[in-house]
Protein backbone atom coordinates (compact mmCIF):
# COMPACT_ATOMS: atom_id res chain seq x y z
CA UNK A 1 0.00 0.00 0.00
CA UNK A 2 1.13 3.55 -0.66
CA UNK A 3 0.10 6.43 1.56
CA UNK A 4 -1.26 9.75 -0.09
CA UNK A 5 -1.30 12.78 2.11
CA UNK A 6 -2.76 16.12 2.70
CA UNK A 7 -0.81 18.99 2.21
CA UNK A 8 -0.17 20.00 5.41
CA UNK A 9 1.32 16.32 6.05
CA UNK A 10 3.71 17.40 2.75
CA UNK A 11 4.94 20.13 4.39
CA UNK A 12 5.95 18.06 7.73
CA UNK A 13 7.44 15.72 5.75
CA UNK A 14 9.85 17.87 3.49
CA UNK A 15 10.75 19.46 7.47
CA UNK A 16 11.53 15.91 8.88
CA UNK A 17 13.43 15.33 5.39
CA UNK A 18 15.21 18.09 5.90
CA UNK A 19 15.95 17.71 9.36
CA UNK A 20 17.41 14.50 8.46
CA UNK A 21 19.95 15.78 6.32
CA UNK A 22 18.20 16.58 2.88
CA UNK A 23 18.08 20.23 2.22
CA UNK A 24 14.58 21.76 0.21
CA UNK A 25 17.12 22.24 -2.78
CA UNK A 26 18.61 19.33 -2.60
CA UNK A 27 14.90 17.85 -3.45
CA UNK A 28 14.04 20.04 -6.00
CA UNK A 29 17.29 18.99 -8.02
CA UNK A 30 15.43 15.05 -7.66
CA UNK A 31 12.30 16.41 -8.34
CA UNK A 32 13.76 17.96 -11.83
CA UNK A 33 16.02 14.90 -12.68
CA UNK A 34 13.11 12.78 -12.68
CA UNK A 35 10.70 15.00 -14.17
CA UNK A 36 13.74 15.04 -17.19
CA UNK A 37 13.27 11.11 -17.15
CA UNK A 38 9.98 10.90 -17.60
CA UNK A 39 9.69 13.56 -20.20
CA UNK A 40 12.82 11.83 -21.74
CA UNK A 41 11.23 8.38 -21.48
CA UNK A 42 8.64 10.25 -24.56
CA UNK A 43 11.45 10.29 -26.97
CA UNK A 44 11.23 14.43 -27.96
CA UNK A 45 12.98 16.34 -29.76
CA UNK A 46 11.71 19.27 -28.60
CA UNK A 47 9.72 20.36 -25.33
CA UNK A 48 8.15 23.00 -24.06
CA UNK A 49 8.31 23.51 -20.24
CA UNK A 50 5.77 26.07 -18.65
CA UNK A 51 7.20 27.46 -15.30
CA UNK A 52 5.40 29.73 -12.88
CA UNK A 53 6.26 31.99 -9.85
CA UNK A 54 7.04 29.53 -6.83
CA UNK A 55 8.93 25.92 -6.54
CA UNK A 56 7.00 24.47 -8.49
CA UNK A 57 9.01 26.19 -11.48
CA UNK A 58 11.92 25.54 -9.82
CA UNK A 59 10.97 21.32 -10.34
CA UNK A 60 10.89 22.39 -14.33
CA UNK A 61 13.63 24.91 -14.49
CA UNK A 62 15.86 22.08 -13.39
CA UNK A 63 14.28 19.75 -15.72
CA UNK A 64 15.04 21.71 -18.81
CA UNK A 65 18.78 22.27 -17.83
CA UNK A 66 19.09 18.51 -18.09
CA UNK A 67 16.78 17.99 -21.24
CA UNK A 68 18.96 20.09 -22.98
CA UNK A 69 21.68 18.64 -21.84
CA UNK A 70 20.67 15.36 -23.92
CA UNK A 71 20.53 17.74 -26.98
CA UNK A 72 16.89 18.18 -26.79
CA UNK A 73 15.39 21.63 -28.18
CA UNK A 74 14.15 22.99 -25.00
CA UNK A 75 12.20 26.22 -24.97
CA UNK A 76 11.16 27.34 -21.05
CA UNK A 77 8.81 29.94 -20.73
CA UNK A 78 8.66 32.38 -17.58
CA UNK A 79 6.09 34.59 -16.37
CA UNK A 80 9.14 37.20 -15.26
CA UNK A 81 12.91 37.33 -15.96
CA UNK A 82 14.42 34.28 -13.64
CA UNK A 83 15.79 37.14 -11.80
CA UNK A 84 12.61 38.69 -10.81
CA UNK A 85 10.82 35.20 -9.45
CA UNK A 86 10.08 35.43 -5.83
CA UNK A 87 11.02 31.87 -4.66
CA UNK A 88 14.65 32.15 -3.69
CA UNK A 89 15.44 28.44 -4.73
CA UNK A 90 13.58 28.49 -7.89
CA UNK A 91 15.00 32.16 -8.57
CA UNK A 92 18.69 30.02 -8.49
CA UNK A 93 17.95 27.26 -10.51
CA UNK A 94 16.11 29.64 -13.14
CA UNK A 95 19.22 31.34 -12.99
CA UNK A 96 21.67 28.80 -13.86
CA UNK A 97 19.12 27.35 -16.35
CA UNK A 98 18.90 30.91 -18.19
CA UNK A 99 22.91 30.86 -18.23
CA UNK A 100 22.70 27.60 -20.25
CA UNK A 101 21.86 27.11 -23.71
CA UNK A 102 17.72 26.78 -23.15
CA UNK A 103 16.11 29.07 -25.07
CA UNK A 104 13.68 31.31 -22.29
CA UNK A 105 10.69 33.14 -22.94
CA UNK A 106 9.48 35.61 -20.59
CA UNK A 107 5.64 36.20 -20.52
CA UNK A 108 4.56 35.48 -24.26
CA UNK A 109 1.21 36.41 -26.19
CA UNK A 110 -0.92 33.67 -26.26
CA UNK A 111 -0.34 33.41 -29.70
CA UNK A 112 3.59 33.16 -29.36
CA UNK A 113 2.88 30.29 -26.29
CA UNK A 114 0.81 28.35 -28.58
CA UNK A 115 3.39 28.69 -31.43
CA UNK A 116 5.85 27.35 -29.37
CA UNK A 117 3.53 24.21 -28.10
CA UNK A 118 2.65 23.33 -31.29
CA UNK A 119 6.03 22.90 -31.80
CA UNK A 120 6.85 21.13 -28.90
CA UNK A 121 6.40 16.86 -28.29
CA UNK A 122 6.00 17.28 -25.08
CA UNK A 123 5.10 20.02 -22.86
CA UNK A 124 5.98 20.43 -19.02
CA UNK A 125 3.53 21.98 -16.70
CA UNK A 126 5.62 23.58 -13.93
CA UNK A 127 3.22 26.43 -13.38
CA UNK A 128 1.66 26.03 -10.02
CA UNK A 129 2.24 22.77 -7.08
CA UNK A 130 1.06 22.90 -3.84
CA UNK A 131 0.90 26.65 -2.89
CA UNK A 132 -1.60 27.45 -5.56
CA UNK A 133 -5.15 28.42 -4.05
CA UNK A 134 -8.69 29.65 -6.04
CA UNK A 135 -8.88 30.38 -9.52
CA UNK A 136 -5.40 30.58 -11.43
CA UNK A 137 -4.40 34.74 -12.53
CA UNK A 138 -3.22 35.72 -15.87
CA UNK A 139 -0.88 35.50 -17.23
CA UNK A 140 -1.50 31.80 -16.31
CA UNK A 141 -5.59 32.09 -16.87
CA UNK A 142 -4.41 32.37 -20.38
CA UNK A 143 -1.57 29.39 -20.73
CA UNK A 144 -3.53 27.26 -18.99
CA UNK A 145 -6.63 26.76 -21.65
CA UNK A 146 -3.94 27.53 -24.72
CA UNK A 147 -2.60 24.52 -23.44
CA UNK A 148 -4.97 22.43 -23.66
CA UNK A 149 -5.90 23.07 -26.87
CA UNK A 150 -2.67 21.52 -28.30
CA UNK A 151 -2.24 18.00 -28.82
CA UNK A 152 1.22 17.43 -27.57
CA UNK A 153 1.59 15.28 -24.82
CA UNK A 154 1.66 16.90 -21.44
CA UNK A 155 3.35 16.00 -18.31
CA UNK A 156 2.51 18.10 -14.78
CA UNK A 157 5.15 18.24 -12.05
CA UNK A 158 3.42 17.62 -8.69
CA UNK A 159 -0.30 18.81 -9.72
CA UNK A 160 -1.54 19.62 -13.02
CA UNK A 161 -1.91 23.56 -12.51
CA UNK A 162 -4.97 24.65 -11.84
CA UNK A 163 -5.94 22.06 -9.37
CA UNK A 164 -6.48 22.22 -5.54
CA UNK A 165 -3.64 19.60 -4.38
CA UNK A 166 -5.65 19.36 -1.24
CA UNK A 167 -9.61 19.22 -2.23
CA UNK A 168 -9.21 18.57 -5.90
CA UNK A 169 -11.31 21.40 -6.91
CA UNK A 170 -10.70 23.30 -9.93
CA UNK A 171 -12.30 26.53 -10.35
CA UNK A 172 -12.08 28.41 -13.56
CA UNK A 173 -9.18 26.26 -15.75
CA UNK A 174 -6.62 23.74 -15.08
CA UNK A 175 -3.91 21.74 -17.28
CA UNK A 176 -5.64 18.46 -18.69
CA UNK A 177 -2.68 16.04 -18.00
CA UNK A 178 -1.12 12.99 -19.67
CA UNK A 179 0.90 12.35 -16.73
CA UNK A 180 1.40 13.34 -13.13
CA UNK A 181 4.98 12.89 -11.62
CA UNK A 182 3.70 13.68 -7.85
CA UNK A 183 6.74 14.51 -5.95
CA UNK A 184 7.33 12.58 -2.56
CA UNK A 185 4.18 10.87 -2.31
CA UNK A 186 0.42 11.50 -3.95
CA UNK A 187 -1.34 14.37 -2.40
CA UNK A 188 -4.80 13.88 -1.59
CA UNK A 189 -6.69 16.07 -4.27
CA UNK A 190 -5.28 14.14 -7.60
CA UNK A 191 -8.08 11.89 -6.38
CA UNK A 192 -10.47 14.02 -4.82
CA UNK A 193 -13.58 16.36 -6.18
CA UNK A 194 -12.20 17.23 -10.17
CA UNK A 195 -8.96 15.14 -9.79
CA UNK A 196 -9.43 12.24 -11.42
CA UNK A 197 -10.49 13.72 -14.85
CA UNK A 198 -7.36 16.04 -14.97
CA UNK A 199 -4.48 13.85 -13.83
CA UNK A 200 -3.80 11.57 -16.21
CA UNK A 201 -1.65 8.68 -15.36
CA UNK A 202 -0.22 9.18 -11.80
CA UNK A 203 3.30 8.38 -11.17
CA UNK A 204 5.03 9.19 -7.74
CA UNK A 205 8.42 10.85 -7.92
CA UNK A 206 10.82 8.94 -4.90
CA UNK A 207 12.74 11.62 -4.45
CA UNK A 208 13.85 10.41 -0.68
CA UNK A 209 15.26 7.06 -0.94
CA UNK A 210 14.84 6.59 2.74
CA UNK A 211 11.00 7.49 2.69
CA UNK A 212 10.06 4.46 4.02
CA UNK A 213 12.32 5.32 7.50
CA UNK A 214 10.05 8.75 7.39
CA UNK A 215 6.52 8.25 6.22
CA UNK A 216 5.08 6.79 9.06
CA UNK A 217 6.03 10.04 11.24
CA UNK A 218 3.24 11.90 9.21
CA UNK A 219 -0.45 11.19 8.97
CA UNK A 220 -1.98 9.37 5.61
CA UNK A 221 -5.27 10.64 4.53
CA UNK A 222 -5.61 7.14 2.71
CA UNK A 223 -3.35 4.58 1.35
CA UNK A 224 -3.38 3.15 -2.29
CA UNK A 225 -3.75 -0.82 -2.77
CA UNK A 226 -1.63 -2.39 -4.97
CA UNK A 227 -2.85 -5.22 -6.63
CA UNK A 228 -0.32 -7.98 -4.93
CA UNK A 229 -1.87 -6.24 -1.09
CA UNK A 230 -4.85 -8.00 -2.48
CA UNK A 231 -3.68 -11.68 -2.68
CA UNK A 232 -4.45 -13.07 1.09
CA UNK A 233 -8.11 -12.50 -0.31
CA UNK A 234 -8.09 -13.94 -3.92
CA UNK A 235 -8.33 -17.77 -3.49
CA UNK A 236 -9.68 -20.61 -6.04
CA UNK A 237 -12.08 -23.11 -5.50
CA UNK A 238 -11.01 -26.28 -3.23
CA UNK A 239 -11.23 -29.55 -4.80
CA UNK A 240 -13.70 -30.85 -2.22
CA UNK A 241 -16.35 -28.59 -2.05
CA UNK A 242 -20.30 -28.29 -2.18
CA UNK A 243 -22.38 -25.14 -2.49
CA UNK A 244 -22.94 -24.56 0.96
CA UNK A 245 -19.53 -24.63 2.10
CA UNK A 246 -18.74 -22.67 -1.32
CA UNK A 247 -20.73 -19.41 1.05
CA UNK A 248 -24.50 -18.64 1.24
CA UNK A 249 -25.91 -14.84 0.76
CA UNK A 250 -29.32 -13.90 1.35
CA UNK A 251 -29.97 -10.67 -0.77
CA UNK A 252 -32.57 -8.91 1.29
CA UNK A 253 -34.06 -6.49 -1.34
CA UNK A 254 -36.82 -5.81 -4.18
CA UNK A 255 -40.33 -4.13 -3.64
CA UNK A 256 -43.21 -3.35 -6.53
CA UNK A 257 -41.10 -1.04 -7.93
CA UNK A 258 -37.53 -1.91 -7.91
CA UNK A 259 -37.55 -5.51 -8.49
CA UNK A 260 -34.19 -5.53 -10.75
CA UNK A 261 -32.41 -4.11 -8.13
CA UNK A 262 -32.91 -7.27 -6.22
CA UNK A 263 -32.37 -9.41 -9.50
CA UNK A 264 -29.08 -7.72 -10.17
CA UNK A 265 -27.63 -7.88 -6.31
CA UNK A 266 -28.46 -11.73 -6.04
CA UNK A 267 -26.89 -12.53 -9.37
CA UNK A 268 -23.64 -10.31 -8.90
CA UNK A 269 -23.41 -12.61 -5.47
CA UNK A 270 -23.59 -15.32 -7.41
CA UNK A 271 -21.20 -14.18 -10.09
CA UNK A 272 -18.64 -13.10 -7.11
CA UNK A 273 -18.49 -17.09 -5.73
CA UNK A 274 -21.11 -17.52 -3.48
CA UNK A 275 -22.32 -21.08 -4.36
CA UNK A 276 -25.99 -20.55 -2.30
CA UNK A 277 -27.34 -17.47 -3.36
CA UNK A 278 -31.55 -16.66 -2.15
CA UNK A 279 -33.30 -14.15 -2.34
CA UNK A 280 -36.03 -12.75 0.10
CA UNK A 281 -38.37 -9.73 -1.32
CA UNK A 282 -41.81 -8.54 -0.66
CA UNK A 283 -44.53 -11.19 -2.47
CA UNK A 284 -45.39 -8.42 -4.58
CA UNK A 285 -42.60 -9.02 -6.48
CA UNK A 286 -41.19 -12.35 -6.01
CA UNK A 287 -42.29 -14.04 -8.86
CA UNK A 288 -41.28 -11.70 -11.01
CA UNK A 289 -37.50 -12.56 -9.67
CA UNK A 290 -38.35 -15.77 -9.37
CA UNK A 291 -38.76 -15.96 -13.76
CA UNK A 292 -35.74 -13.78 -13.90
CA UNK A 293 -33.78 -15.47 -12.03
CA UNK A 294 -34.30 -19.96 -12.11
CA UNK A 295 -30.84 -20.39 -10.10
CA UNK A 296 -32.10 -18.28 -6.89
CA UNK A 297 -34.39 -19.58 -4.47
CA UNK A 298 -36.64 -16.83 -3.55
CA UNK A 299 -38.81 -16.37 -0.34
CA UNK A 300 -42.01 -14.79 -0.53
CA UNK A 301 -42.21 -12.06 2.38
CA UNK A 302 -45.69 -10.40 3.18
CA UNK A 303 -45.93 -6.85 1.74
CA UNK A 304 -48.13 -3.95 2.48
CA UNK A 305 -50.22 -2.68 0.47
CA UNK A 306 -47.40 -0.58 -1.70
CA UNK A 307 -45.64 -3.59 -2.36
CA UNK A 308 -42.64 -3.07 -0.14
CA UNK A 309 -41.60 -5.20 3.20
CA UNK A 310 -44.69 -5.42 5.46
CA UNK A 311 -45.26 -5.54 9.37
CA UNK A 312 -44.46 -8.84 9.31
CA UNK A 313 -41.27 -8.60 7.09
CA UNK A 314 -38.94 -8.39 10.26
CA UNK A 315 -39.57 -11.57 12.07
CA UNK A 316 -39.37 -14.06 8.88
CA UNK A 317 -36.25 -12.15 7.11
CA UNK A 318 -34.15 -12.47 10.72
CA UNK A 319 -35.33 -16.14 11.38
CA UNK A 320 -34.06 -17.07 7.21
CA UNK A 321 -30.98 -14.35 7.45
CA UNK A 322 -29.61 -16.54 10.56
CA UNK A 323 -28.33 -19.56 8.31
CA UNK A 324 -26.56 -17.51 5.39
CA UNK A 325 -22.45 -16.60 5.62
CA UNK A 326 -23.79 -13.11 4.65
CA UNK A 327 -26.51 -11.40 4.55
CA UNK A 328 -26.80 -8.40 2.35
CA UNK A 329 -30.13 -6.06 2.97
CA UNK A 330 -31.39 -2.87 0.90
CA UNK A 331 -31.18 -2.44 -2.94
CA UNK A 332 -34.67 -1.80 -4.16
CA UNK A 333 -36.51 -2.04 -1.22
CA UNK A 334 -37.74 1.46 -0.39
CA UNK A 335 -38.20 3.02 3.13
CA UNK A 336 -41.39 1.47 4.46
CA UNK A 337 -41.97 1.01 8.22
CA UNK A 338 -41.72 -2.36 7.26
CA UNK A 339 -38.61 -2.31 5.79
CA UNK A 340 -37.09 -0.06 8.83
CA UNK A 341 -37.88 -3.01 10.98
CA UNK A 342 -36.27 -5.07 9.12
CA UNK A 343 -32.89 -3.33 8.69
CA UNK A 344 -32.95 -2.93 12.87
CA UNK A 345 -33.98 -6.31 13.11
CA UNK A 346 -31.01 -7.73 10.86
CA UNK A 347 -28.50 -5.40 12.77
CA UNK A 348 -29.60 -7.24 15.88
CA UNK A 349 -28.07 -10.65 14.55
CA UNK A 350 -25.32 -12.48 14.70
CA UNK A 351 -24.37 -12.52 10.97
CA UNK A 352 -21.88 -10.70 8.36
CA UNK A 353 -24.34 -8.12 7.23
CA UNK A 354 -24.00 -5.57 4.20
CA UNK A 355 -26.10 -2.44 3.96
CA UNK A 356 -26.87 -0.84 0.65
CA UNK A 357 -29.21 1.88 -0.89
CA UNK A 358 -32.64 1.92 0.95
CA UNK A 359 -31.07 0.03 3.95
CA UNK A 360 -29.08 2.73 4.86
CA UNK A 361 -31.45 5.51 4.09
CA UNK A 362 -34.05 3.36 6.55
CA UNK A 363 -30.82 4.23 8.97
CA UNK A 364 -31.29 8.26 8.22
CA UNK A 365 -34.87 8.13 8.33
CA UNK A 366 -34.71 6.65 12.04
CA UNK A 367 -32.08 8.83 13.18
CA UNK A 368 -32.36 11.84 11.30
CA UNK A 369 -29.65 14.03 13.27
CA UNK A 370 -27.13 11.58 12.07
CA UNK A 371 -26.81 7.71 13.57
CA UNK A 372 -23.41 8.83 14.79
CA UNK A 373 -25.10 10.73 17.32
CA UNK A 374 -27.11 6.72 18.75
CA UNK A 375 -24.26 4.37 17.59
CA UNK A 376 -26.03 1.92 19.77
CA UNK A 377 -28.47 1.36 16.81
CA UNK A 378 -25.15 -0.19 14.19
CA UNK A 379 -22.72 -1.19 17.19
CA UNK A 380 -22.10 -4.55 16.92
CA UNK A 381 -20.04 -7.83 17.14
CA UNK A 382 -20.28 -9.71 13.52
CA UNK A 383 -18.93 -7.45 10.38
CA UNK A 384 -21.07 -4.53 9.35
CA UNK A 385 -20.30 -3.55 5.85
CA UNK A 386 -22.17 0.07 4.54
CA UNK A 387 -21.88 1.15 0.60
CA UNK A 388 -23.11 4.22 0.67
CA UNK A 389 -22.53 6.84 -2.21
CA UNK A 390 -21.97 10.36 -1.48
CA UNK A 391 -25.64 11.64 -1.31
CA UNK A 392 -26.57 8.76 1.33
CA UNK A 393 -23.36 8.92 3.06
CA UNK A 394 -24.48 12.57 4.18
CA UNK A 395 -27.95 11.77 4.84
CA UNK A 396 -26.10 9.11 7.48
CA UNK A 397 -24.78 12.00 9.35
CA UNK A 398 -27.44 14.25 9.15
CA UNK A 399 -26.43 17.12 6.90
CA UNK A 400 -27.80 17.10 3.30
CA UNK A 401 -24.44 18.17 0.84
CA UNK A 402 -22.29 17.31 3.66
CA UNK A 403 -20.50 14.74 1.51
CA UNK A 404 -19.43 16.41 -1.71
CA UNK A 405 -15.73 14.91 -2.67
CA UNK A 406 -13.15 12.32 -1.08
CA UNK A 407 -11.56 14.01 1.42
CA UNK A 408 -15.34 14.74 2.73
CA UNK A 409 -16.69 11.15 2.36
CA UNK A 410 -13.32 9.92 4.38
CA UNK A 411 -14.43 12.68 7.10
CA UNK A 412 -17.90 11.56 7.22
CA UNK A 413 -17.31 7.70 7.56
CA UNK A 414 -14.75 8.36 10.25
CA UNK A 415 -17.62 10.33 12.15
CA UNK A 416 -19.59 7.06 11.71
CA UNK A 417 -16.90 4.54 12.60
CA UNK A 418 -14.68 6.16 15.80
CA UNK A 419 -18.67 6.63 17.05
CA UNK A 420 -19.57 2.95 17.21
CA UNK A 421 -17.22 0.73 15.04
CA UNK A 422 -15.18 -2.10 15.75
CA UNK A 423 -12.55 -3.69 13.26
CA UNK A 424 -15.39 -5.75 12.14
CA UNK A 425 -16.88 -2.33 10.71
CA UNK A 426 -16.64 -0.60 7.08
CA UNK A 427 -18.23 1.60 5.16
CA UNK A 428 -17.32 1.62 1.73
CA UNK A 429 -17.72 5.23 0.18
CA UNK A 430 -18.44 4.72 -3.39
CA UNK A 431 -17.78 8.01 -5.65
CA UNK A 432 -15.13 9.20 -8.97
CA UNK A 433 -12.91 7.39 -6.29
CA UNK A 434 -14.16 4.95 -3.96
CA UNK A 435 -12.69 4.69 -0.40
CA UNK A 436 -12.82 1.77 1.99
CA UNK A 437 -12.59 3.04 5.30
CA UNK A 438 -12.11 1.17 8.68
CA UNK A 439 -11.52 2.40 12.11
CA UNK A 440 -7.74 1.74 11.81
CA UNK A 441 -7.07 2.76 7.59
CA UNK A 442 -8.27 4.31 4.65
CA UNK A 443 -7.72 2.52 1.52
CA UNK A 444 -8.23 3.45 -2.32
CA UNK A 445 -8.54 0.76 -4.42
CA UNK A 446 -8.25 0.72 -8.28
CA UNK A 447 -10.72 2.51 -9.39
CA UNK A 448 -13.02 2.13 -12.75
CA UNK A 449 -13.94 3.96 -15.27
CA UNK A 450 -17.13 6.34 -15.92
CA UNK A 451 -19.20 3.56 -17.65
CA UNK A 452 -19.74 2.58 -13.89
CA UNK A 453 -21.83 5.29 -12.78
CA UNK A 454 -24.69 3.87 -14.55
CA UNK A 455 -28.37 3.29 -12.67
CA UNK A 456 -27.97 -0.55 -11.12
CA UNK A 457 -24.31 -0.15 -11.01
CA UNK A 458 -24.53 0.23 -7.10
CA UNK A 459 -26.81 -3.13 -7.00
CA UNK A 460 -23.67 -4.83 -8.75
CA UNK A 461 -21.25 -3.65 -6.23
CA UNK A 462 -23.41 -4.62 -3.05
CA UNK A 463 -23.66 -8.03 -4.67
CA UNK A 464 -20.46 -8.78 -5.42
CA UNK A 465 -19.12 -7.17 -1.83
CA UNK A 466 -21.87 -9.96 -0.46
CA UNK A 467 -20.29 -12.74 -2.75
CA UNK A 468 -16.86 -12.25 -1.32
CA UNK A 469 -17.60 -12.07 2.01
CA UNK A 470 -19.40 -15.15 2.06
CA UNK A 471 -16.66 -17.16 0.26
CA UNK A 472 -14.30 -15.81 2.93
CA UNK A 473 -16.75 -16.99 5.69
CA UNK A 474 -15.57 -14.48 7.96
CA UNK A 475 -11.85 -15.54 7.97
CA UNK A 476 -10.64 -12.02 6.95
CA UNK A 477 -7.49 -10.43 8.91
CA UNK A 478 -7.91 -6.83 7.12
CA UNK A 479 -11.58 -6.44 6.13
CA UNK A 480 -10.43 -3.00 4.39
CA UNK A 481 -8.81 -5.06 2.58
CA UNK A 482 -11.13 -7.76 1.63
CA UNK A 483 -13.56 -5.11 0.83
CA UNK A 484 -10.71 -3.26 -1.66
CA UNK A 485 -10.71 -6.46 -3.53
CA UNK A 486 -14.28 -7.00 -4.08
CA UNK A 487 -14.22 -3.37 -5.14
CA UNK A 488 -11.36 -3.94 -7.57
CA UNK A 489 -13.61 -6.57 -9.43
CA UNK A 490 -16.18 -4.26 -10.14
CA UNK A 491 -13.62 -1.61 -11.57
CA UNK A 492 -12.31 -4.43 -13.50
CA UNK A 493 -16.19 -5.32 -14.68
CA UNK A 494 -16.46 -1.41 -16.11
CA UNK A 495 -13.39 -2.20 -18.16
CA UNK A 496 -13.98 -5.07 -19.63
CA UNK A 497 -17.58 -3.98 -20.01
CA UNK A 498 -16.49 -0.59 -21.52
CA UNK A 499 -14.21 -2.74 -24.14
CA UNK A 500 -16.79 -4.98 -25.01
CA UNK A 501 -19.83 -2.09 -25.86
CA UNK A 502 -18.18 1.53 -25.53
CA UNK A 503 -17.14 3.70 -22.36
CA UNK A 504 -20.92 5.52 -23.03
CA UNK A 505 -23.01 2.07 -23.23
CA UNK A 506 -22.32 -0.11 -20.64
CA UNK A 507 -25.36 -1.00 -18.47
CA UNK A 508 -25.61 -2.29 -15.13
CA UNK A 509 -26.30 -5.87 -16.09
CA UNK A 510 -23.75 -5.61 -18.59
CA UNK A 511 -21.13 -5.34 -15.49
CA UNK A 512 -22.51 -8.85 -13.53
CA UNK A 513 -21.62 -10.75 -16.88
CA UNK A 514 -17.91 -9.59 -16.51
CA UNK A 515 -17.31 -10.29 -12.65
CA UNK A 516 -15.53 -13.36 -13.58
CA UNK A 517 -13.13 -12.10 -16.27
CA UNK A 518 -12.95 -9.14 -13.78
CA UNK A 519 -11.42 -11.26 -10.63
CA UNK A 520 -8.98 -13.35 -13.27
CA UNK A 521 -7.67 -9.35 -13.97
CA UNK A 522 -7.33 -8.94 -10.69
CA UNK A 523 -5.55 -11.99 -9.36
CA UNK A 524 -2.89 -11.62 -12.75
CA UNK A 525 -2.49 -8.07 -11.50
CA UNK A 526 -1.87 -9.09 -8.07
CA UNK A 527 0.69 -11.56 -9.60
CA UNK A 528 2.48 -9.38 -11.73
CA UNK A 529 2.61 -7.16 -9.02
CA UNK A 530 4.43 -10.18 -6.34
CA UNK A 531 6.78 -10.86 -9.27
CA UNK A 532 4.72 -14.47 -9.94
CA UNK A 533 4.14 -13.63 -13.57
CA UNK A 534 5.66 -11.39 -16.10
CA UNK A 535 3.91 -8.50 -18.15
CA UNK A 536 2.33 -11.13 -20.72
CA UNK A 537 0.94 -12.83 -18.02
CA UNK A 538 2.85 -15.64 -18.58
N1 LIG B 1 9.09 22.25 -0.58
C1 LIG B 1 9.84 21.25 -1.00
O1 LIG B 1 10.60 20.67 -0.26
C2 LIG B 1 9.72 20.79 -2.39
C3 LIG B 1 8.81 21.37 -3.24
N2 LIG B 1 8.72 20.99 -4.51
C4 LIG B 1 7.84 21.68 -5.45
O2 LIG B 1 7.39 22.88 -4.94
C5 LIG B 1 6.00 23.01 -5.10
C6 LIG B 1 5.45 23.88 -4.04
O3 LIG B 1 6.10 25.10 -4.19
P1 LIG B 1 5.52 26.47 -3.64
O4 LIG B 1 5.09 26.31 -2.26
O5 LIG B 1 6.56 27.48 -3.94
O6 LIG B 1 4.22 26.71 -4.46
P2 LIG B 1 3.89 26.68 -6.03
O7 LIG B 1 5.06 26.65 -6.88
O8 LIG B 1 2.87 25.64 -6.15
O9 LIG B 1 3.14 28.05 -6.27
C7 LIG B 1 3.29 29.13 -5.48
C8 LIG B 1 3.23 30.36 -6.34
O10 LIG B 1 2.02 30.38 -7.04
C9 LIG B 1 1.40 31.62 -6.86
N3 LIG B 1 -0.04 31.44 -6.83
C10 LIG B 1 -0.80 30.92 -5.84
N4 LIG B 1 -2.10 30.95 -6.17
C11 LIG B 1 -2.17 31.49 -7.41
C12 LIG B 1 -3.24 31.78 -8.28
N5 LIG B 1 -4.50 31.54 -7.95
N6 LIG B 1 -2.97 32.31 -9.49
C13 LIG B 1 -1.69 32.58 -9.85
N7 LIG B 1 -0.64 32.33 -9.04
C14 LIG B 1 -0.86 31.80 -7.83
C15 LIG B 1 1.93 32.19 -5.58
O11 LIG B 1 1.94 33.56 -5.64
C16 LIG B 1 3.30 31.60 -5.51
O12 LIG B 1 4.22 32.47 -6.08
C17 LIG B 1 5.49 21.60 -5.08
O13 LIG B 1 4.27 21.47 -5.75
C18 LIG B 1 6.61 20.86 -5.77
O14 LIG B 1 6.43 20.89 -7.16
C19 LIG B 1 9.67 20.07 -5.10
O15 LIG B 1 10.66 20.85 -5.65
C20 LIG B 1 10.25 19.12 -4.11
C21 LIG B 1 10.67 19.74 -2.83
K1 LIG C 1 2.17 21.75 -12.02
Same mark, same amino acid.
Not at 62 to 70: G, R, S
Not at 83 to 99: C, D
Not at 424 to 429: E, H, K, L, R
Given at each position: ???????E?V??LE????? $?GT #?KAE??EH??E +?? /?S???? &??P??V?VL??F??????G???????????I????????D???I???L??H?????????V?????????ELM?????A???VD?ILG?????????P???W?P??? $??S #???????V??? +?? /???GVV &?D???????TL??????IG???????E???D?Q?G???D???????D??H?A??V????L?????G?????D??S??????????A??PG????A??A??????????V??P??CA??IR????S?????I???SR?A?????R?I??E?A??Y?????G??????A??M?V??GLL?L?V???LD?????CLS??AI??????????????????TPH???L?R????EDEV?DL????D???K???????D??????K????A??G?E??????????????????D?L?????????TL????D??????????S?????G?A??AE??????????L??????????VE???????????S???
Amino acid at each position: MKPILNIEEVTRLEDIIER $EGT #SKAELMEHAGE +LL /ASVVEA &EHPSRVLVLTGFGNNGGDGWVAADILQQKDIHVDVVSPVDPSEIPSALARHVARRTAGRDVNVVVGPSRDELMELGEQADVIVDAILGTGFHGAPRPPFSIWIPAVN $ELS #SFVVSADVPSG +LN /AQTGVV &EDCCIRADKTLTMLAPKIGLYSGDGPEYVGDIQVGELYDKLDEVIGDVDHAAEIVQAGDLIDYITGLPASIDKYSRGSVLVVAGSASYPGAAMMAAKAAARAGAGYVAVAAPDACANLIRMALPSVPVHAIPSDSRGAFGAAARSIVCELAKKYDCVLCGPGMTTSAGCMQVVTGLLELDVPLVLDADALNCLSRIAIDGIEKTPDMYRREAPLIMTPHYRELSRLVGEEDEVYDLGTAIDAAQKILWAGGSDNMVIVCKGPTTAVVGVERVLIPTSGPASLATAGSGDVLAGIISGTIATLHAEVDVWELALSYAVSIHSYTGFAAAAEYGEKSVIATDLIDYIGEAMQLVENEALKDLGALDSEGE
